[in-house]
């Protein structure tokens, strides 16, 4: 729907985490304008009224509009089993995932979690995901059906796992892994705003020769998104190790089948050595921090500031199931935590930035989504500054924007999102009342 939003705006001119606070911009009475379902313009609210009159208006009030929250790494199948207690990696795969994978073999339950996923999704302010889906092309097909037909931009694809380190019914073979890929590839791969992903799960999951011919399929297919996971746990990396004997370290078993480029996407990422950090950063691959994982499934501190300096590219994410959450506002407190355990204290800038901008910049997306700028499509969510009263009274002190914000980062949930848009239309959410336009 074409119109005019007034509220307090945040959009982003450059890069915090290199540049500083300054490359965000704050306007307390800003605006943004949308067209056909993109953003024709931003700025002040009295500028963009005067030059058009004709728009129709919505009013956020003190709302804070700005890009909708990128999730780039989660794993809808495993919705049902979030917050799961008392497990570590391989455990927790064992007794509480590929069980609850293999319940995916229905199309109609995959189709119910997809739907309820996605809807989680919106109400957490999150607009688009990079997720995992399982081994049955059924949980392809039924989330990219799901984010159709809400007008979600997703990416995702099929969970391959062909070692028998997987349970039967959740593996294929190298050229299962192929054909089925390479099918939903050419089904879905940029039908309207989906793209498909290429997910080999994890080397302790796939022969080589999976991982080979998932290289292949990507080297046939180079403007695909591949993501797996690397280096999250250390019982998992001396897994890898015995798996793969003649393998340098964990990425070299990607390295070595095609497997690792620009186009990639690196889930975790903790525990890396300094060929593996220089060879991501080499290829522009992208590392995605999972925090609430981390520390829920107990797998370590990913090394933002070390990794930030080097001039890795990162991004953030939920890791739902093994994350705690569906919130990318739970996600940036966590990040930050950890960033304190690190020794940075990551700037409210830095950590909204990664929950947009950046996370969409890791799924080679920033040109359409992750900031509020012209040009781009218009997924943005009006947050709520003071939507509890424990964070209310803490923003009410605030002297700046920063300090108005944190709270909502380090206290948030659902509630804070006022509203959330895909391509400029509002999203209807349950017992919310419809955004009214005057
Ligand atoms: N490594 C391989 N599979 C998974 C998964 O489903 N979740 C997490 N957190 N790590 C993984
Ligand atoms: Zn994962």
């Known amino acids: 729907m074409n119109g005019l939003h007034l509220g307090q705006t945040l959009t982003f001119t450059g890069d915090p985490c290199h ?27 009295d500028d963009l009224r005067a030059a058009h009159p004709d728009a129709p208006v919505t009013d956020h009030g003190d709302g804070l ?10 794993h809808y199948p495993q919705t049902g089993i979030i917050a799961s207690w008392g497990k570590r990696l391989i455990d927790w795969l064992n007794a509480y995932t590929f069980p609850e994978e293999m319940r995916f073999d229905d199309p109609a339950y995959a189709a119910d979690v997809a739907g309820r996923y996605l809807d989680l999704l919106l109400s957490n302010g999150t607009t688009t995901v990079c997720s995992f889906c399982t081994i049955h092309p059924a949980s392809v097909e039924t989330f990219f059906e799901a984010a159709e037909l809400r ?18 019914g959740l593996r294929d073979t190298a050229q299962a892994a192929y054909d089925q890929s390479r099918d939903l590839l050419q089904r879905w791969h940029r039908r309207g705003r989906a793209r498909y992903v290429i997910t080999p799960r994890f080397s302790p999951t796939s022969t080589p020769e999976q991982l080979s ?5 990507w080297a046939e297919n180079p403007d695909c998104l591949m993501q797996t996971h690397l280096s999250e746990q250390t019982d998992e990396i001396d897994w890898v190790k015995s798996l793969y004997p003649q393998a340098r370290d964990y990425l070299d078993t990607y390295q070595a089948h095609g497997l690792l480029g620009r186009n990639g996407l690196y889930g975790h990422a903790i525990h890396l050595e300094p060929r593996e950090r220089d ?44 994350g705690s959450s569906f919130s990318m506002l739970r996600s940036m407190a966590a990040a930050y935590e950890i960033g304190q355990l690190r020794g940075r204290a990551l700037h409210p800038s830095e950590l909204l930035w990664l929950a947009t901008e950046g996370s969409a910049r890791a799924m080679r997306m920033n040109d ?20 509890t009263p424990a964070i209310a009274q803490r923003a009410e002190r605030a002297s700046d924007i920063w300090e108005a914000i944190f709270p909502t980062i380090m206290m948030g949930d659902d509630r804070a999102i006022a509203a959330t848009y895909l391509a400029g239309h509002a999203v209807q959410q349950p017992g919310r009342p419809s955004t009214s336009t005057q």
């Open 213 to 217: 011919a998932l290289g292949a399929l």
């Open 279 to 322: 060879r991501l950063r080499e290829t522009g691959a992208a590392l995605v921090h999972c925090p609430t994982s981390n520390t829920f499934i107990g797998s370590g501190l990913f090394d933002m500031p070390g990794l930030l300096a080097e001039g890795n590219t990162v991004g953030l994410a939920t890791d739902t199931g093994g």
């Open 151 to 168: 007008g979600m931009r997703v990416a995702g694809g099929r969970t391959c796992m062909d070692r028998d380190t997987a349970p039967e």
């Open 65 to 74: 509009l700005m890009a909708g929250f990128v999730d780039a790494h989660a």
């Open 19 to 45: 540049e500083g606070p300054g490359a965000a911009r704050h306007e307390r009475r800003g605006a943004v304008l949308v067209e056909d379902g993109r953003i024709a313009a931003t700025g002040a609210a």
């Open 368 to 387: 359409r989504i992750g900031n509020l700028e012209p040009g781009r499509e218009a997924d943005f969510i009006v947050l709520d500054l003071a939507s």
